[in-house]
């Protein structure tokens, strides 16, 4: 099971599993990850699950394409490793994923 660090804006760090196929939004919901909203439940429609992804995993997340990058325009506080949390799914090559989420978030 790949776990995923979610970092706040304070520092605080907490660490989750989730099953392959999961996206990160839904591990942050199934164990109540303040800050993400989630208000489509994830069919990349909102931009309530804007996380940053750290710099030493972006390259296996990869950018935002399409739907999400247009949807990131309306996220508070973007930047060049923001993504949408609904938008990326678990694979054991993302185990140890560490992202943090947006103060506007908070």
């Known amino acids: 099971m790949p776990t995923v660090t979610f970092i706040d804006s304070d520092g605080t760090r907490r660490d989750y599993q989730g099953e392959n196929g999961m996206s990160?939004?839904?591990?942050?919901?199934h164990n109540g990850v303040d800050g993400i909203e989630a208000d489509c439940g994830g069919a990349c429609a909102c931009a309530t699950c804007h996380v940053y992804v750290d710099p030493a995993w972006f390259e296996k997340t990869g950018i935002a394409k399409g739907d999400e990058a247009e949807m990131?325009?309306?996220a508070i506080d973007p930047e060049?490793?923001?993504?949408?949390s609904c938008?990326?799914?678990?694979?054991?090559?993302l185990d140890g994923l560490v992202v943090r989420l947006p103060r506007s978030q908070h």
């Open 87 to 93: 938008q990326i799914r678990l694979t054991d090559e």
């Open 80 to 84: 060049a490793t923001s993504r949408l």
């Open 24 to 29: 990160v939004m839904e591990v942050a919901t």
């Open 72 to 74: 990131l325009e309306f």
